[in-house]
């Protein structure tokens, strides 16, 4: 590793699936993590932060040192249905949270080089089956509007001088957790199928190269700054993602949820899980970065080698 390489790293959401995993891959890099929590500190690897924002000399000290930041904390979109109560929590969790990091890095004394503040690929709402990479526009919807607003609250970082980037996530392909992790019991027990008509984009990334990418980010000598989408450079629909399950599963894929029932039972969610969104990875691409999954049938055989 070079000498400008960052040595301690300070990473919120680590109870998550992408911040605990990147925790566990840093330190086996050989990196110091420091664990942000909003409760007492259990551990030597943690420090309490604040992501209301109140507590800013708190936030100050958890960072103060560190070579860089990812904050990947947020509340689950999918975790249950949309009301307004849970929508706002879906969009505060983000918004503020990344408020008070990019606060805590501006005041801090020995400013943190680098943040790496998570994102999603909802920013540009529906694309239809049109391409988009990170020159396109904000879309429209709620997760359009979240995004657009998480990414602005991060300006004092910027303005502090921090290299910000924002990592706009697409469906991370992981055996267990996150979105993904919830199909592979369905499509074992031979229950798995298409939603919709199955025609929507899906955007999909292996766990593995997600977490190389964010390493890669952190480290490159291109000095990246701005939006990445942290998406596969091959998306498929729905229906094709299915059928790669099916394959590799080897189990049939026959059923359906039709888009009426998924209207019901997941309310305005289901705008977004009917939604076609085809992300390219443009900028990573660019930067020299190499895909070791590329296509989601690699991720989804390389989630199950790995157990994870």
Avoid at 121 to 131: K, S, V
Avoid at 226 to 233: H, K
């Amino acid at each position: 590793m070079g000498a400008m390489e960052p040595r301690r790293i300070a990473i919120t959401g680590t109870s998550g699936l992408i911040g605990g995993a990147l925790a566990d891959a840093l330190r086996a890099d050989g990196r110091e993590v420091v664990r942000l929590v909003r409760r007492e500190p259990r551990a030597a690897d943690e420090a309490r932060w604040d992501p209301s924002g109140r507590e800013q000399e708190l936030n100050v000290a958890a960072i103060d040192g560190c070579d860089a930041v990812v904050h990947m904390a947020g509340a689950p979109v999918a975790a249950r249905r949309w009301t307004d109560r849970y929508k706002r929590e879906i969009r505060d969790s983000r918004v503020l949270g990344t408020a008070a990091v990019a606060a805590a890095i501006a005041g801090a004394g020995t400013r943190p080089r680098v943040f790496l503040c998570g994102s999603a690929i909802g920013y540009y709402g529906d694309t239809g089956d049109r391409a988009v990479d990170e020159d396109a526009p904000a879309g429209t919807g709620f997760l359009a509007d979240v995004a657009r607003d998480w990414e602005a609250a991060a300006g004092p970082a910027q303005e502090a001088g921090a290299r910000t980037l924002f990592i706009r996530t697409g469906l991370v392909v992981a055996r267990s957790g996150g979105a993904w992790g919830k199909l592979f019991p369905i499509f074992r027990a031979g229950l798995g199928g298409r939603l919709g008509n199955g025609r929507q984009y899906w955007s999909a990334i292996s766990l593995a190269d997600y977490l190389a990418a964010l390493r890669f980010l952190l480290d490159d000598a291109n000095e990246l700054s701005g939006p990445v989408n942290f998406t596969g450079p091959h998306p498929v629909t729905n229906r094709e993602a299915t059928r790669a399950m099916g394959r590799v599963l080897r189990r049939p894929t026959v059923f359906a949820v039709p888009a009426p029932l998924l209207r019901v039972v997941l309310g305005e969610f289901s705008q977004d899980v009917l939604g076609s969104q085809r992300v390219l990875p443009k900028r990573l691409l660019e930067a020299g970065f190499v895909f070791a999954e590329p296509t989601v049938e690699d991720a989804i055989r390389g989630a199950l080698a790995r157990r994870g």
